[in-house]
């Protein structure tokens, strides 16, 4: 299997372009699960406070065997603690459930415009300081649109190194792609299989017969083509390692562009400008 590649941050730092996403698997399932997923070589793993499961993240990483300098683990700001003393808190629960003196990326999970004022620019600067006293090696938002990312460029000093958003074949974020480019954002694509719901599309079953892979490889390497992180989510072990063995092929252009053609933009989640949490 070749290896994951890294993607380059604009504090300096890298971020394994793939990992294992834990949204929606209970408590009780977190350690086995990341315990497959590190077994079948994935070395990223994205949990957010509100997931109630880092707990299991820590303790499945601890006992890998793996140093924590060899995992990157990201985390988030749940959405009832934005106000800075609240953040200042709640990072410092999400560390302790972590059982970590840092995390490699800690976000902002959601702009909520409608609630605090509309003042996630506080907020912002609140996880600043969580990267200037190292214990966020990275920061970055998730679900910000490029007005959010606007309104912070122009209040803040420091850029999000990552903005975390919805984007799959039917969602293909095609502006916000290239305001995050021009703004040197990564971008990290959540649900990147639209929690299954591409993976019937007769484009994407007509490639995958013809590239010999499964609908789901498919679909992950498109997004590794493009340049996108992604984290895909299952607890089935046959699903885990299926997931992570795409980096044995590629995509032509024509293919790539064949799946970006699918865009609908259709959210299967919420509306970052409505949201509320
Ligand atoms: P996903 O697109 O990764 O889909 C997961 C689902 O797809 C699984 O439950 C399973 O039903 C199916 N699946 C997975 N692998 C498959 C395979 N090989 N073959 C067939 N079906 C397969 O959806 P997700 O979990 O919503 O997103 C991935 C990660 O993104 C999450 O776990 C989380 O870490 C992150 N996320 C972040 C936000 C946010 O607001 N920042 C929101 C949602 C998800």
Not at 45 to 70: C, F, H, P, W
Request: aromatic share 10%; with cysteine; net charge negative.
């Amino acid at each position: 299997m070749t290896a994951v590649p890294d993607i380059m941050l604009n504090d300096g730092r890298t971020i394994p372009q793939f990992g294992f996403g834990v949204f929606q698997i209970r408590p009780e399932d977190t350690a086995a699960a990341v315990a497959t997923a590190v077994q079948a070589g994935y070395r990223h793993i994205d949990t957010a406070e509100m997931y109630g499961n880092e707990k299991q993240v820590g303790e499945a990483i601890a006992r890998s065997g793996l140093d924590r300098a060899d995992v990157f683990v990201t985390s988030k700001l749940g959405n009832d603690s934005h106000r800075p003393d609240d953040a200042r808190r709640a990072f410092g629960e999400s560390l302790k459930a972590l059982g970590f003196d840092y995390v490699d990326l800690f976000l902002i999970h959601w702009p909520l415009p409608t609630r605090y004022g509309g003042d996630y620019v506080s907020t912002w600067k609140t996880l600043v300081e969580f990267y200037r006293d190292g214990r966020a090696r990275s920061i970055g938002v998730s679900n910000f649109q490029p007005h959010h990312l606007r309104r912070l460029h122009e209040e803040s000093q420091t850029r999000p190194a990552v903005n975390q958003v919805e984007l799959h074949p039917y969602l293909t974020q095609s502006g916000l792609r290239a305001f995050c480019a021009e703004h040197e954002i990564a971008v990290e694509a959540w649900s990147p299989l639209a929690q299954g719901l591409v993976l019937d599309d007769p484009e994407i079953v007509s490639i995958a017969g013809r590239v010999g892979k499964t609908p789901a490889q498919v679909v992950l390497r498109w997004h590794i083509e493009r340049g996108d992180i992604i984290f895909p989510k299952s607890v089935t072990p046959a699903r885990i390692k299926e997931n992570i063995d795409i980096f044995d092929f590629e995509l032509s252009g024509e293919d790539v562009e064949r799946i970006s053609a699918l865009d609908r933009g259709e959210r299967t989640g919420p509306d970052p400008d409505t949201f509320r949490g």
